[in-house]
């Protein structure tokens, strides 16, 4: 009988640390699935292009600071030509770090004025940079083979795609396949048109800040409005992207991001807008925003809310003579084309389908410095889920 107290007690030690080492990989898996790295939203400098620091001054073009460690500056690239000047007004020599991300590392080259060490990392180049005394640097990123024949992709409503425990739609699973083929297929660029995060909960950006990580092209957000379901979700967008309304060149193309995510557009982002296009007359305009400015379905009328200026933003598609415009929002994939404009909605990365007719897509645009071609890439769920397809 002793013997087999014993033996109960040495099976109850075994279990119990078994259990007790399932838990930590469980509580480990748990803090790397929904926590990840923090963003730090009440910094004065996050999202924003100029930092100062005691005697250091950062200032960049078409890019924002997210982190600063002291004399690590990590900072997110808004085109695929960031510059970046670093001016150290002390009497001494400074050392500090200065992190480039955004990039494709592979396809950029730079041009450094100071002293520099470059270091490639995914997504990101790294700077080592010695700072003479009251002396300014400068760094340029851009493309090695920069012309107006190239590819990039758009995709839209990918929200809860950051895990595969943050919603019942498969959203993780359509998004994996979209990663996987656009890794294979390595454009210029691609561009979200919004509902990236379920409801704009701090850990989901967390976990999309990681996700991003996954498609070493640059990436270009626009903000929709399951990003502020939470309210604080907006902040935690412009600390990771900045600004909500922006542009970027590549050839002879113009990009132009606009935030309609509340169903509205402001007089101050009429006049941002307007400036943005009569500066860029001369190149072939395009235009990304969240809503459609009007829902091409018969009978629905899913779109911005303020018809006015809905119906202002057409004007000025029209005056400019700017013939694409895309949007997400509907979940599924629409096309129509009014007074010369050609509207795409693609909002088929993994939020649930409006109707058994959508269906999961992204777009693969190449242009040729003339016209964009728009081919359609349906993305099928896994074998396992695709019996379940509306109910996602």
Do not use: C
């Amino acid at each position: 009988m002793k013997e087999l107290n014993h033996t109960g007690r040495g099976r109850n030690k075994y279990f119990l640390i078994i259990n007790f080492l399932i838990a930590v990989i469980i509580i480990l898996f748990i803090y790397h699935l929904y926590l990840g790295d923090r963003i730090n939203i009440n910094t004065p400098y996050i999202g924003d292009s100029t930092y100062s620091s005691g005697q250091i001054d950062i200032l960049l073009k078409d890019g924002i600071i997210t982190n600063n460690y002291q004399t690590v500056f990590e900072t997110f690239a808004k085109s695929l030509s960031p510059v970046i000047e670093i001016k150290n007004k002390g009497d001494s020599n400074k050392n500090i770090i200065l992190v480039v991300k955004n990039i494709d590392v592979e396809n950029s080259g730079t041009e450094i004025t100071g002293k520099a060490e470059i270091k490639k990392l995914k997504n990101s180049l790294l700077f080592k940079l010695e700072l003479d005394k009251n002396s300014v640097s400068k760094i340029k990123v851009f493309p090695k083979n920069e012309n107006d024949k190239f590819v990039f992709a758009v995709i839209g409503d990918t929200r809860g795609s950051e895990s595969p425990f943050t919603n019942k739609r498969g959203s993780y699973f359509i998004y994996r396949q979209f990663e996987k083929e656009i890794n294979e297929i390595k454009p210029a660029f691609w561009i979200n048109l919004g509902d990236m995060v379920n409801s704009g909960q701090p850990y989901q950006y967390r976990r999309f800040k990681e996700q991003i990580k996954n498609i070493p092209f640059p990436f270009f957000p626009v903000i929709g409005n399951h990003e502020f379901v939470n309210p604080i979700g907006e902040k935690y967008f412009k600390a990771l992207f900045g600004n909500t309304n922006y542009s970027f060149n590549y050839g002879n193309y113009h990009f132009i991001i606009i935030d309609n995510s509340k169903g509205d557009f402001s007089k101050e982002n009429f006049d941002w807008l307007e400036k943005d296009i009569n500066e860029n007359l001369k190149k072939y305009i395009i235009v990304f925003a969240h809503m459609p400015v009007f829902d091409p379905r018969p009978g629905k009328d899913y779109a911005m809310k303020n018809k006015d200026n809905a119906w202002h933003l057409e004007e000025i598609f029209i005056k400019n003579k700017i013939k694409y415009v895309f949007a997400g929002h509907l979940h599924g994939f629409a096309y129509a084309k009014r007074k010369g404009v050609e509207y795409y909605i693609s909002a088929g990365g993994g939020a649930k389908l409006e109707t058994k007719n959508d269906f999961y897509n992204y777009l693969l645009v190449k242009a040729d410095g003339k016209k964009l071609e728009v081919e359609i890439r349906k993305l099928n769920p896994p074998f396992i889920l695709s019996g379940f397809k509306r109910y996602y």
